[in-house]
């Protein structure tokens, strides 16, 4: 099975970049990396030192439930390209994360979480999404739960 690293959607980056209010009703506020792990959840690279960015609560999923997690998450306060693909991005650069697979119903799968090795994402990425059951997976700081990077099959 072939998996894809996909990032938060273009238009909901263009709108908090734009100043567009985050997942509890406030403006993002805005930021100069000191280039020490901020990662963008958009083009999932690191934010360089001196640049812009921007702290903001989102919710990772469709709609309010009570699954439906909501955390802080960085993103670049200038535009930039959507990341993602097949390869692990550069944002996961810690020793490991949580790893979670989700239903079509944006509900946690019990029994998928897990602190996962950050070489053994993409392998345990895919073993959660060849059942069926498992719609995409998501991978979350395992000191702090933020959202990093949704995954899918490709």
């Given at each position: 099975?072939t ?5 938060i959607?273009t238009?909901?980056?263009r ?5 567009g ?5 406030q403006?993002?506020?805005r ?6 792990g ?6 999932l690279?690191?934010i360089p030192k001196?640049a812009a960015f921007?702290?903001?609560a989102?919710r990772?999923f469709p709609?309010p439930?009570p ?5 802080p998450?960085f ?5 930039c ?5 097949a ?9 490991d994360f949580?790893?979670?697979?989700y239903?079509?119903?944006d509900?946690i799968r019990?029994?998928t979480g897990?602190v996962?090795?950050?070489?053994r994402?993409?392998d345990?990425?895919?073993?959660l999404l060849?059942?069926?059951a498992?719609a ?5 700081s ?11 099959r490709?």
């Open positions: 099975m998996i894809r690293f996909t990032p959607p238009a909901v980056a709108a908090y970049q734009a100043g209010l985050d997942a509890n009703g403006p993002p506020e930021h100069v990396s000191d280039g020490d901020n990662p963008c959840r958009h083009c690279k690191m001196g921007l702290v903001l989102h990772p709609a439930q699954y439906a997690e909501l955390g998450i993103l670049c306060a200038d535009l390209a959507a990341g993602g693909g390869q692990l991005p550069e944002v996961l650069d810690s020793p949580i790893v979670r697979g239903g079509v119903n509900r019990y029994g897990g996962i090795p950050t070489d994402i993409t345990r990425a895919a073993e060849a059942d069926p498992v995409y997976v998501h991978v979350r395992a000191r702090n739960n933020c959202f990093q990077v949704r995954i899918d490709d």
